[in-house]
């Protein structure tokens, strides 16, 4: 069993930037491949970047491309997203999520993935 707790959510303005992290339990963190999703108000959860298991491939959803980044650190058994250049429309709650998979490639359905964090809260006030 692999618990994953978020931090680093909260309320923004307009273009700042806010880091999520996400720390994984468990002793074979560098099998997992990674993945960050969320939830705006309304919507269906979606995906939003992914890291392989060894983080040399990563993905995003086109809605965040060229301002979200991911990495994943095996050492600290965590993975982060950096969000850059925050938009109102990225006000959502935002789920860590993992599976053992030790894949090249990446995630980017919700069915993908085993473990989920409690998601955090991100405001971009505008």
């Known amino acids: 069993q692999v618990q994953l707790d978020e931090s680093g959510g909260g309320l923004v303005q307009t273009g700042g930037s806010l880091r999520l992290s996400c720390v994984a339990s468990?002793?074979?963190?560098?099998?997992?491949?990674m993945g960050w999703f969320r939830q705006r108000p309304g919507k269906e959860r979606e995906f939003v970047a992914a890291s392989n298991y060894n983080g040399g491939r990563t993905d995003y959803a086109d809605s965040v491309k060229g301002r979200f980044w991911i990495s994943k650190d095996d050492g600290a058994n965590a993975v982060s997203l950096q969000m850059n250049s925050l938009k109102p429309e990225d006000t959502a709650v935002y789920y860590c999520?993992?599976?053992?998979?030790?894949?090249?490639?990446?995630?980017?359905?919700?069915?993908?993935?085993?473990?989920w964090g409690q998601g955090t809260q991100v405001t971009v006030s505008s």
């Open positions: 999520a993992a599976v053992s998979a030790r894949e090249l490639s990446t995630y980017s359905r919700i069915e993908d993935y085993t473990y």
């Open positions: 468990g002793r074979t963190f560098s099998t997992y491949n």
